[in-house]
């Protein structure tokens, strides 16, 4: 049986399941969804989404773009994903919005709506819930006032609330980032649409490149060259005019990432996930789970978007003897959002499991560090944090425990799913947050173990 409570309190109780059986549903990719947004803002003319995710953060971007000028309308839902038809005046003809753009919980939304509007001859203030309120905005700012827009706000315009003053000309840019960070990509990548000339971001680690391709797939050129020393450079040359185009978002590999954790762990488990995109940028959650011995099939199935589009697999995840696994830096920034499960994975691994470098955790909806160590280690397990390195050891047998999530989406999902093998009864405390990225997740959690 399994209890789930309110978004505001109350707590979700998931006792032990017997076996894993099943295909849940998954959402589309939110990543993806947020750009399909905000890209069909700036192309003029309608543009068609198809299965975007329907989260609370896709929710707030449809938000924000429909306040911008663009009409905005839902015209099919089904499983959790949503079917948009969005018909906007291009870039050049944005509205002045009549209020603050409320990004809600989300952080690209956030990030990448900056990029947008520095390029646009607006004023609009950005700003968001009280979690999103504590998260750097900083790393985006910086480049985007070097391109010329200008912005104000706490911290010396590094909280929210924001304020964005853009113009219809920016200067072009070569950045190099201090952190992979594909927001801050994406957002240089929005606003170079408005220079005059060739923009460039240069990365340490490649991170993932749907702006990159979802622009492609628009008409616009972004070349990318590997530099001798490793790093990773995307260039755009501005001004340049979007088409307005059709497209379908595969499913979630952040959120497949439960349930191939889920069938990997669990000692009687068979699970079926359909279309999830398998985009070399974002599918290190499978090879790492590979590599530690997780028995997962993947079958290719036709992609969507053309040459630049999403590679797409059907993916089956059946019990596994796991091993511990040693993630560089460079693997950690890959795998960013799924580095919770992942550690949850590590518990039950042969073995002592090291993430190193993954400080970024720090920064999401809430310091995941410190969330996934106490959560763990309330669960049972052995848990050493060592500035931002974790190490765990393996083989233990988790025990039901109380949990806080910290209205942290992944957090809660990630301890939710181990009540599926922890003895006794896990109480997930303020599970509600799930809903900002996967809000069918406990009636498809429910559904598995039947």
């Known amino acids: 049986m399994m209890t789930?409570?309110?978004?505001?309190?109350?707590?979700?109780?998931?006792?032990?399941?017997?076996?894993?059986?099943?295909?849940?549903?998954l959402?589309?990719?939110?990543?993806?969804?947020?750009r399909a947004l905000l890209l069909a803002l700036l192309a003029e003319g309608e543009s068609r989404i198809t299965a975007a995710g329907d989260g609370d953060d896709v929710r707030s971007t449809a938000g924000v773009v429909a306040a911008l000028g663009a009409t905005v309308e839902r015209v099919g839902e089904?499983?959790?994903?949503?079917?948009?038809?969005?018909?906007?005046?291009?870039?050049?003809?944005?509205?002045?919005?009549?209020?603050?753009?409320?990004?809600?919980?989300?952080?690209?939304?956030?990030?990448?709506?900056a990029g947008l509007l520095a390029g646009r001859p607006l004023a609009a203030t950005l700003d968001g819930d009280a979690s999103l309120r504590r998260r750097p905005m900083g790393r985006v700012t910086e480049p985007l006032t070097a391109m010329g827009?200008?912005?104000?706000?706490?911290?010396?315009?590094?909280?929210?609330?924001?304020?964005?003053?853009?113009?219809?000309?920016?200067?072009?840019?070569?950045?190099?980032?201090p952190v992979p960070s594909a927001q801050v990509k994406s957002a240089i990548l929005l606003a170079a649409l408005a220079a005059d000339g060739e923009t460039s971001v240069t990365e340490g680690v490649t991170t993932r490149d749907h702006t990159e391709r979802m622009l492609r797939a628009r008409g616009v050129a972004v070349p990318e060259e590997t530099l001798a020393d490793g790093r990773h450079t995307v260039s755009l040359a501005g001004p340049a005019a979007l088409n307005a185009v059709a497209e379908t978002v595969p499913a979630d590999p952040s959120a497949a990432?439960?349930?191939?954790?889920?069938?990997?762990?669990?000692?009687?488990?068979?699970?079926?996930?359909?279309?999830?995109?398998?985009?070399?940028?974002?599918?290190?959650?499978?090879?790492?789970?590979?590599?530690?011995?997780?028995?997962?099939?993947?079958?290719?199935?036709?992609?969507?978007?053309?040459?630049?589009?999403?590679?797409?697999?059907?993916?089956?995840?059946?019990?596994?003897?796991?091993?511990?696994?040693?993630?560089?830096?460079?693997?950690?920034?890959?795998?960013?959002?799924?580095?919770?499960?992942?550690?949850?994975?590590?518990t039950v691994a042969t073995g002592t499991t090291r993430i190193r470098g993954a400080g970024e955790l720090r920064h999401k909806e809430s310091d995941r560090i410190a969330g996934i160590a106490d959560g763990l280690t309330a669960l049972g397990a052995r848990v050493r944090v060592t500035g931002d390195d974790i190490e765990i050891d393996g083989g233990r047998r988790l025990a039901g425990a109380v949990t806080e999530t910290h209205d942290d989406h992944r957090l809660a999902m990630t301890f939710a799913i181990a009540g599926l093998i922890a003895e006794g009864e896990t109480i997930v405390r303020r599970p509600g947050s799930a809903a900002i990225s996967y809000p069918g997740f406990f009636a498809e959690l429910q559904g598995v173990r039947a």
């Not at 706000?153 to 920016?170: I, K, M, Q, S, Y």
Request: charge should be negative; aromatic fraction near 2%.
């Open 257 to 346: 990432a439960f349930w191939l954790v889920a069938g990997a762990i669990h000692p009687d488990a068979e699970l079926l996930l359909d279309g999830v995109s398998t985009n070399p940028t974002r599918r290190a959650i499978i090879d790492i789970l590979r590599r530690m011995g997780a028995d997962i099939e993947e079958h290719d199935v036709p992609g969507t978007g053309g040459p630049d589009g999403e590679p797409l697999a059907d993916l089956v995840v059946r019990s596994s003897e796991l091993r511990s696994v040693d993630l560089s830096p460079a693997e950690v920034a890959a795998a960013i959002d799924e580095i919770p499960v992942l550690a949850l994975a590590a």
């Open 27 to 34: 959402p589309g990719d939110k990543s993806i969804s947020h």
């Open 78 to 113: 089904r499983g959790g994903r949503v079917d948009y038809r969005v018909v906007s005046p291009g870039g050049d003809a944005l509205q002045q919005p009549a209020a603050v753009l409320h990004c809600g919980n989300s952080g690209t939304t956030t990030r990448l709506l």
């Open 149 to 177: 827009a200008s912005f104000a706000g706490p911290a010396g315009a590094t909280l929210l609330p924001l304020e964005v003053r853009g113009r219809a000309r920016l200067s072009p840019i070569a950045w190099t980032t």
């Open 4 to 25: 789930t409570g309110s978004a505001t309190g109350d707590a979700l109780v998931v006792r032990p399941a017997t076996r894993l059986r099943g295909r849940p549903g």
